[in-house]
């Protein structure tokens, strides 16, 4: 059974451009390789327009799920994670020579630790140093931003539905997880909460088991009443299965992995023979394959209104990887503008090349189909 | 379509039977209802049903379960999801997706139905449930009786033929119950679906019912027409206690058959005495109580927020020792905000609550519990030992009193309770009765509770109510936030009204109570005010006994 219907009766879908949730996976594709491309770069002015395209186009297209309302705290992590860098940087990167022409913002007491393999702990920070932590952060606050900008703009639950049937449970599993987590931080509110009222007297052992021991009871009567509602609905229904097809499935993904195994450990080992490297690799990417294809014929699913890959998808995805290839390209051919001088520091400059991948990274803010919004609750 | 026969169910190890020698039949396309008091195996049997018990909860089960013809014995619950269609206690518990449409497509995309199908089926549900405009909502942002019809939507995709449900209206106010409802006899009358629904709230039920089920707490199952069923069983709802006062026949189940029933004369009624009597009694009834004017709890300028919304707003209100007030209102209205603030447990926006002169939110939280006890909605949250008496020991300490006033506390709300037992094993009742005994070891000033009667059977609430009436007339203030609009009846001296946060009523209970079309107690819908409760009219006619033999 297969998850097409005959197209005359989904003829909204046909249209590509009418407002709809576009494939999540075209979403992920997308926002991987913003970051693939933040991580070529050390220019903070690239960095910065790559944050700006990433903001620009999540609130362009953001669903209106819960977890697309936290790409705000993916900007404030972000903030936070410079914030660590140039701390870090101040502990611990004393000793480093001043070069020459590079000024010398604070000059703090020094801490040698001989101890701890010549470490020593704050020092001298010269501006460059402070620069470099700065910009080090901003790039890693970059890609953080990237996987928040996936988050928010393809339900990581609607990416999880798209995982080969085989994988069925894994991907089940994964969204009861993502449901449970709101409930259980909502149950260790209500716990603490009933906890004041008991006046939160007692030792600290006693404080935390007051709340552990109700909200892991919560918890565990929410997962036997969810599991007890998933089993009444037919979760878990399976074909029958004839014992020699079980028997294949289970060589079959078994014998892949061994491949992969051995295949990677020769491949990074320069002393086993060839033949033992990418052959057996390949070999082994193969049985797995084929053994998920047979396995995914075992179970018995259809799915209801799949995400489906249309021009606009393969549009995003492309728009993604030109900037990826973009910075990539500046990087190897333009160095000066992919990573400026920071001793002495220097304005960073700009070229063609990246602001057009930047351009490209944008289009899909206006280029993809709108978000179908939920309609306003009827008041009562 | 479905029948139990000869069914025995217990566990292992356990000396009770839960079930025992159950024979019995539901025929398609009926309403049966089931009732009993609680901790009897009603969810038992419900689980058996669908072959959950004792498929997924263990246990050993003899005799035979048949539904449209499968024996549950070799198809476990998931083989016979396109059969039965089982709705659990808690909706938001059971929900697997995110969205209404997804989790109305779930059940149908485990059975491998066909895509053109569902969605079709799903569009049906969507209309037939009246849930429409709630498709692309998310399921955590729904009401509790959205949250309830979208968990029947989504068994009921799937096309069962039997549905089978567990206290679906009992945590919901008036409106979302009979929402609730019309949408359940929508599918009886108009798809002939054969529905089981055990409901502790019987008068919301049982007038719709073609057949009662009572369980009995030695495990036996009678099945018997509604009339029949009501004239002896345990628990009744009020309109079917007044008509086994006034010993009307046949019984009637409705407000609407009661009220035809009343005002004539009764005849000769030898069970209850030679005298002939009108309902209701020519005598009204006992003026309630004037509380003492002895104000002690004062909220000046109430305001409780939670980020954006605002639960309580600008809330002025007195409370007397004494005095027994009910707080009512929609789900969401902002009961328990209002009472978590009284309680001084969370902080309000703008405003001050004193207690007996002291500022609540500034006291630290062993003063605190000196001025008020609130037990919360969910009441074994407070909860976390091992055995009851290690619960009222730790109770004693934290309030600073005697050995042993929590344990006496106890013993005076529950009755004799075997101290040795797992807080988690004791009933919802009992749990109640423990956490309310554990805030009152420190003896407070004001005691609040928080929707303390969901999930309690009639006797549990009676002996609430009478628990509470002692407490008030020890000088405690009660408050109690409900939309049990019978508790208010048969509690409160007054009532206050809460709509999105703002007091709009604040009255005695009879005058607030009795003009409101969804806050009348079914006494008062029958025989008009100022006329509450059965026990009111038990009473006058006590009186008016009294004064013809006099």
């Known amino acids: 059974m297969t998850g097409r219907a005959p197209l005359s009766q989904l003829p909204v879908l046909l249209s590509p451009l009418l407002p709809r949730s576009l494939h999540p996976l075209a979403w992920w594709v997308w926002a991987l390789a913003l970051a693939v491309a933040a991580a070529q770069t050390t220019n903070p002015l690239l960095l910065l327009a790559l944050v700006l395209v990433a903001c620009v186009v999540v609130v362009a297209r953001r669903t209106d799920q819960t977890y697309a309302r936290a790409f705000g705290w993916y900007l404030v992590a972000g903030a936070v994670v410079i914030v660590i860098r140039v701390l870090f940087r101040v502990l611990f990167g004393g000793g480093d020579a001043a070069s020459p022409g590079d000024p010398v913002l604070m000059s703090l007491p020094a801490l040698d630790l001989p101890w701890a393999g010549g470490w020593t702990l704050l020092g001298d920070l010269t501006g460059s140093a402070l620069l470099a932590a700065t910009i080090d952060g901003l790039r890693l606050a970059a890609m953080l931003v990237c996987v928040g900008a996936a988050n928010s703009l393809a339900d990581p639950r609607r990416l999880l539905k798209s995982v080969p049937p085989a994988l069925h449970e894994v991907g089940a599993a994964t969204v009861v997880a993502v449901t449970v987590l709101p409930q259980l931080a909502e149950s260790v509110v209500r716990v603490r909460g009933a906890r004041r009222l008991r006046g939160g007297a007692g030792s600290r052992r006693d404080r935390l088991r007051s709340v552990v021991v109700p909200v892991l009871e919560d918890a565990v009567e929410r997962s036997l009443a969810l599991a007890a509602s998933m089993d009444s609905r037919g979760y878990g229904r399976r074909a029958a299965v004839p014992e020699g097809s079980r028997l294949l499935v289970g060589g079959l993904l078994i014998g892949g992995l061994m491949g992969l195994l051995v295949g990677v450990y020769a491949l990074l080992d320069a002393t086993t023979p060839y033949w033992l490297g990418l052959p057996v690799l390949l070999g082994g990417v193969a049985a797995a394959i084929v053994g998920l294809a047979v396995a995914g014929q075992r179970v018995r699913r259809t799915r209801y209104r799949p995400d489906r890959w249309l021009a606009p998808e393969l549009f995003t995805v492309l728009c993604g990887v030109a900037l990826a290839c973009c910075f990539v390209a500046t990087a190897n051919a333009e160095p000066l503008v992919a990573n400026p001088v920071l001793s002495p520091p220097s304005w960073p400059t700009l070229s063609m090349l990246p602001c057009l991948g930047l351009a490209a990274a944008l289009l899909p803010a206006v280029a993809t189909p709108e978000v179908q919004r939920a309609r306003e609750p009827v008041p009562a | ?550």
């Open chain 2, 1 to 550: 379509m479905i029948v139990f026969d000869d069914v025995w169910f217990g566990y292992d190890g356990a000396d009770r039977q839960v079930l025992r020698g159950v024979d019995l039949e539901v025929p398609e396309g009926e309403l049966a209802l089931v009732a009993g008091p609680t901790g009897v195996g009603k969810s038992t049997l419900l689980g058996a049903v669908n072959g959950a018990v004792p498929h997924s909860t263990g246990g050993r089960l003899s005799g035979r379960v048949l539904v449209a013809g499968l024996d549950t014995r070799d198809h476990p619950p998931r083989d016979l999801a396109h059969v039965v269609g089982r709705v659990g206690q808690d909706p938001s518990a059971t929900f697997v997706t995110g969205t209404v449409e997804e989790e109305l497509a779930y059940g149908m995309e485990q059975l491998a139905v066909p895509p053109a199908t569902m969605r079709t089926r799903v569009e049906q549900t969507l209309d037939l449930l009246g849930i429409a405009d709630l498709r692309h909502r998310r399921l955590d942002s729904l009401s509790g009786g959205q949250q309830q019809r979208v968990a029947i939507g989504a068994v009921l995709t799937a096309g069962p033929r039997v549905l089978v449900l567990d206290e679906p209206t009992s945590a919901l106010d008036p409106g979302a119950a009979e929402e609730v409802l019309a949408a359940l006899l929508r599918l009886v009358h108009d798809l002939g679906v054969t529905c089981l629904v055990a409901e502790h709230r019987l008068e919301r039920v049982v007038e719709y019912a073609d057949r009662v089920l009572t369980v009995a707490s030695d495990g036996t199952v009678r099945s018997a027409e509604p009339a029949l069923a009501m004239a002896t069983s345990v628990v009744a709802p009020p309109v079917v206690e007044l008509g086994r006062l006034a010993g009307w026949s046949p019984l009637p189940l409705s407000v609407r058959a009661a009220r035809r029933a009343a005002g004539a004369v009764c005849p000769v009624n030898v069970a209850n005495g030679p005298v002939a009597w009108r309902i209701p009694p020519a005598m009204g009834p006992v003026a309630p109580r004037r509380p003492a004017a002895d104000v002690v709890v004062r909220a000046r300028g109430l305001v409780v927020r939670h980020g954006a919304t605002v639960a309580v707003r600008h809330a002025d209100l007195e409370l007397a020792a004494g005095e027994t007030v009910a707080v009512t209102g929609r789900n969401g209205s902002g009961k328990s905000s209002l009472l978590w603030a009284l309680a001084g447990a969370s902080a309000p926006a703008a405003g001050t609550v004193t207690v007996a002169g002291d500022d609540i939110t500034s006291a630290a939280p062993r003063a605190r519990r000196r001025l008020a006890g609130l037990v919360p909605q969910t009441a074994s949250d407070l909860l976390y030992l091992e055995t009851v008496a290690d619960e009222c020991a730790q109770a004693d300490a934290e309030s600073q009193a005697t050995a042993g006033t929590c344990a006496a506390l106890v013993a005076r709300i529950l009755g004799p309770v075997d101290t040795d037992r797992h807080p988690r094993d004791l009933s919802a009742g009992q749990q109640l009765g423990l956490v309310l005994a554990v805030q009152l070891t420190a003896a407070p000033t004001v005691v609040l509770l928080d929707e303390p009667t969901r999930g309690l059977d009639y006797a549990a609430k009676r002996r609430l109510v009478v628990v509470l009436r002692e407490l008030a007339a020890d000088g405690h203030a009660v408050v109690v936030a409900t939309h049990d609009v019978e508790l208010v009846a048969q509690l409160a001296d007054r009532a206050v009204v809460l709509a999105d946060g703002e007091l709009v009523e604040d009255g005695p209970t009879v005058e607030v109570v009795a003009t409101s079309p969804t806050l009348a107690p079914q006494v008062a819908k029958v025989l008009g005010p100022p006329w509450l409760t059965v026990d009111q009219v038990a009473a006058a006619r006590e009186r008016e006994e009294v004064a013809g033999h006099g």
